[in-house]
Nanobody, 113 residues
Framework: QVVLVESGGGSAPAGASLKLSCVFS????????VGWFRQAPGKERELVAR???????YYADSVKGRFTISRDSAKNMLYLQMNSLKPEDTAVYYC???????WGQGTQVTVSS
């Protein structure tokens, strides 16, 4: 059973940077496309960034050029480097394996103006 655990959230002023981490266990990490998702209060969960097995990257337009997704298969880790944070980035961030409908517990990111 795949289990995902996020860390690295917190509070930051607009313009700052945060890096989220996600540890993957219970499966073969390199076999899956994985991604970061977020859910703001009153809104549906949305895809932020996705990285495939072959390391092709996809970003939502709202974060393109500011966020970078990466994976380390040797460590079973997924990362999200978030730069130039904006108040509208405030949300609970989840790492997930969409093909397995499996998500972590989420980590809160709060950006103040």
């Amino acid at each position: 059973q795949v289990v995902l655990v996020e860390s690295g959230g917190g509070s930051a002023p607009a313009g700052a940077s945060l890096k989220l981490s996600c540890v993957f266990s219970g499966g073969t990490f390199e076999n899956y496309s994985v991604g970061w998702f977020r859910q703001a209060p009153g809104k549906e969960r949305e895809l932020v960034a996705r990285i495939t097995v072959s390391r092709n990257e996809y970003y939502a337009d709202s974060v393109k050029g500011r966020f970078t997704i990466s994976r380390d298969s040797a460590k079973n880790m997924l990362y999200l480097q978030m730069n130039s944070l904006k108040p509208e980035d405030t949300a609970v961030y989840y790492c997930g394996v969409p093909n397995l409908s499996t998500w972590g517990q989420g980590t809160q990111v709060t950006v103040s103006s």
